[in-house]
């Protein structure tokens, strides 16, 4: 398990050169002190949220949905993430156990990752979970800032966040890994950009996390143009 955690962290860092991550939207591919936060209730975004704007960077964004793992599992991102390309995948994520989607924007450093697993989870242990792989973690990464782990709930799901900021041979990367129950098995999220621009990036996680959502049975076998 050690070894599967680590690969869905930052990636081999790209310095000084593009990984020209971005390719057209598809299928995915075959910190300071401690904290412990209470259960925090966010508002579930809606479809005005993919019409809205933000600025990140000085660059005004607007969101698209995408659909994960077989378009089972739905969020927003940003307009301008695409998927990683297999050859640029392999780079970054050099281990067999590498994640099985993965967003990016062009650069590839900023990227959004999701990996179903085979472990079995109840709603109600992912708390417990997410401390200990907190703790896994802060034995075998170089941490430098544990931010801690926190419970969301939003109207359609209940997530484990686990934040913090590890030491790369180039510079500092901020972590922020989603735990979510998948009819009973996890499914582990993770977001990373470089530590000095986590303020830019916020206002995407946040809408990342409210967006996410599990598709219906409706929804999933809806066809185009049948009503």
Same mark, same amino acid.
């Given at each position: 398990?050690?070894?599967?955690?680590?690969?869905?962290?930052?990636?081999?860092?790209?310095?000084?050169?593009?990984?020209?991550? *971005?390719?057209?939207?598809?299928?995915?591919?075959?910190?300071?002190?401690?904290?412990? *936060?209470?259960?925090?209730?966010?508002?579930?975004?809606?479809?005005?949220? *993919?019409?809205?704007?933000?600025?990140?960077?000085?660059?005004?964004?607007?969101?698209? *949905?995408?659909?994960?793992?077989?378009?089972?599992?739905?969020?927003?991102?940003?307009?301008?993430?695409?998927?990683?390309?297999? +050859?640029?995948?392999?780079?970054?994520?050099?281990?067999?156990?590498?994640?099985?989607?993965?967003?990016?924007?062009?650069?590839?450093?900023?990227?959004?990752?999701?990996?179903?697993?085979?472990?079995?989870?109840?709603?109600?242990?992912?708390?417990?979970?997410?401390?200990?792989?907190?703790?896994?973690?802060?034995?075998?990464?170089?941490?430098?800032?544990?931010?801690?782990?926190?419970?969301?709930?939003?109207?359609?799901?209940?997530?484990?966040?686990?934040?913090?900021?590890?030491?790369?041979?180039?510079?500092?990367?901020?972590?922020?890994?989603?735990?979510?129950?998948?009819?009973?098995?996890?499914?582990?999220?993770?977001?990373?950009?470089?530590?000095?621009?986590?303020?830019?990036?916020?206002?995407?996680? +946040?809408?990342?996390?409210?967006?996410?959502?599990?598709?219906?049975?409706?929804?999933?076998?809806?066809?185009?143009?049948?009503?």
């Amino acid at each position: 398990m050690d070894e599967y955690i680590v690969s869905q962290l930052y990636g081999r860092r790209a310095a000084k050169q593009s990984l020209d991550a *971005a390719e057209p939207a598809g299928q995915g591919l075959p910190v300071s002190s401690e904290k412990e *936060a209470g259960m925090q209730s966010i508002t579930t975004a809606s479809a005005a949220d *993919a019409e809205l704007r933000i600025n990140i960077k000085g660059r005004p964004t607007r969101f698209r *949905a995408v659909q994960l793992l077989s378009e089972r599992l739905e969020c927003l991102l940003p307009d301008h993430f695409g998927q990683m390309s297999i +050859e640029k995948v392999r780079i970054k994520y050099p281990s067999e156990h590498r994640p099985q989607v993965i967003y990016a924007e062009p650069e590839g450093i900023v990227d959004f990752t999701w990996s179903p697993t085979d472990m079995e989870i109840q709603e109600e242990e992912l708390g417990t979970t997410a401390r200990q792989l907190g703790e896994m973690i802060r034995r075998i990464q170089p941490i430098l800032s544990w931010q801690g782990v926190e419970m969301i709930k939003t109207d359609h799901l209940t997530i484990a966040v686990i934040r913090f900021v590890v030491s790369i041979i180039d510079g500092e990367m901020y972590n922020e890994m989603l735990l979510v129950n998948d009819q009973g098995k996890l499914i582990i999220g993770t977001f990373h950009c470089e530590a000095a621009e986590i303020e830019h990036w916020k206002p995407v996680t +946040e809408i990342l996390i409210r967006s996410l959502r599990f598709l219906t049975i409706e929804e999933n076998t809806y066809e185009p143009g049948l009503s």
